[in-house]
């Protein structure tokens, strides 16, 4: 199995979540305080950086602080609640993928931006699937309540 670079040196499944937590809240921080470093970061030029870009790079960045706050309130909860935080990550970051690579598949410019953003939603998405793969081979690991016995 692939395995994401975000989740080196992590053991359990609370570790991993704790670290991809962060770098979830990290990314959404940067274009709320740094807007400018953000846009140098993310590959996007210069004319690109307009009023309307900082918005929905605000927006986007509300969104990864929130979903980076749930991972982080989760860690210790039982295990039907993390593997629902884990699966909508996962597949947040898997749709994210498709959506930056599209415009470069079409040729329709911002090639560094598309390619460099979908490599970190790619180590993402493998990221939570890691922690998935973790819940399932933790011994202590439950079913969830609304399961049948």
């Known amino acids: 199995m692939i395995r994401s670079p975000l ?4 053991d359990t499944e609370q570790d991993g979540a704790t670290r991809i937590g962060m770098v979830r809240m990290a990314v959404g921080a940067l274009p709320l305080v740094a807007p400018g470093l953000a846009r140098v970061l993310f590959g996007l030029p210069k004319t690109d ?4 870009v900082r918005t929905v790079a605000r927006l986007f960045a509300i969104r990864n602080l929130v979903l980076g706050l749930w991972v982080l309130s989760v860690r210790d909860a039982d295990v039907g609640s ?4 884990h699966q909508l990550n996962a597949a947040v970051d898997a ?4 959506v930056l690579v599209w415009p470069v598949v079409r040729r329709q410019g911002l090639i560094r931006f598309g390619l460099g ?3 970190l939603a790619v180590s993402a998405t493998l990221a939570w699937l890691e922690l998935l793969r973790r819940q399932q081979a933790s011994p202590t690991t439950a079913a969830p309540a609304w399961s049948t016995p």
Do not use: E
């Open 7 to 10: 989740l080196v040196a992590t």
């Open 49 to 52: 950086d307009t009023p309307t």
């Open 82 to 85: 993390r593997r629902r935080c």
């Open 95 to 98: 749709l994210d993928v498709l």
């Open 117 to 119: 953003s979908a490599t």
